[in-house]
């Protein structure tokens, strides 16, 4: 994640992410911290969850940026 004006990463951001399934179904997927570089890994988890997984919304909130709201497919296998 990083701020649209400057380019610079969202050091600590809150990041929530949500699901469209396969069958429509849309729910709470993930959620945490960017790292130290403003990165979070939004698809990985200890399941085969992410086989399913149609599209995500990735919200994420930074007390200095604000919040923005991103849709992406999931990463290719």
Do not use: C, W
Request: net charge positive; charged share 30%.
């Amino acid at each position: 994640a990083s701020n649209e004006k400057t380019g610079k990463p969202a050091v600590k951001a809150y990041v929530k992410v949500y699901a469209e399934m396969d069958n429509g179904q849309v729910r709470f997927y993930k959620d945490g911290y960017t790292d130290h570089r403003g990165r979070f890994d939004y698809a990985s988890l200890s399941t085969n969850e992410q086989d399913h997984v149609k599209k995500f919304s990735i919200l994420v909130l930074s007390e200095k940026n604000g919040a923005t709201i991103r849709e992406t497919d999931p990463p290719k296998s």
